[in-house]
């Protein structure tokens, strides 16, 4: 299946979140509850007043509890039939690490962070989706700023040398997509500068996004 030429509904944004002090979490998101009181109020909380600087900040951030990259597209086939795709990269931090250190050693078996993807396609009434998991600094999953890349095992999104697209590559059980996106305007910061707020008591996370991409594949 091709997706047509010119079609334009995607939105890929990165989001940026601080530690929370919630007992409720659950799933992936609640990783960090095996850290000490201490390590948690060793992590960075997004504030306002924060900015955004690139292509710094489409890297990752490990002084932060978690973050996350995720493209979500309406898109149409070849014969005009709509389809929906996504496509999510979650990094958990489970220890805080300053934003210039160095990752530790692979040999030692390192539990610093651990990564989650989720992808999904919605056509014709039906729905499949599935995830994956990886433990940080193994070289299994991770990102970086410049160039993009962002992955986990064979799922990845890559920026293209010498051009303004990045590949976004996934692959489930019985379906995958290949797909070209093409940046054609800076990133959307939301909230004010960026700073999205979360609480009334000041707690929030740096969020930005690009929109209308146009999307081949």
């Not at 700023?145 to 990845?156: G, Y």
Request: overall charge negative.
């Amino acid at each position: 299946m091709n997706i047509q030429t010119g079609v334009v509904a995607g939105l890929l944004a990165v989001v940026l979140a601080g530690c929370t002090d919630s007992e409720n979490d659950t799933g992936f998101a609640g990783l960090a509850q095996q850290t000490g009181e201490v390590e948690q109020s060793q992590f960075q909380q997004p504030e306002p007043g924060d900015t955004l600087i690139f292509p710094e900040d489409w890297g990752p951030h490990p002084q932060h509890r978690i973050e996350w990259w995720y493209l979500t597209a309406n898109l149409e086939t070849q014969d005009g039939r709509p389809l929906g795709l996504q496509w999510t990269q979650f990094h958990q931090a489970l220890k805080p690490r300053p934003a210039n250190a160095e990752p530790p050693e692979a040999s030692a078996w390192p539990l610093d962070a651990a990564w989650m993807a989720h992808a999904a396609v919605s056509f014709e009434g039906e729905h499949w989706f599935e995830e994956k998991l990886a433990r940080g600094d193994l070289g299994h999953a991770g990102a970086r700023a410049d160039p993009l890349q962002v992955w986990l095992d064979d799922w990845r999104l890559v920026s293209q040398p010498d051009s303004e697209q990045w590949h976004l590559q996934v692959e489930g059980g019985n379906w995958r997509y290949d797909l070209r996106l093409s940046n054609t305007g800076k990133p959307v910061p939301h909230g004010k500068n960026g700073f999205s707020a979360k609480s009334a008591s000041g707690e929030g996370s740096m969020y930005f996004s690009l929109v209308d991409l146009h999307i081949e594949g």
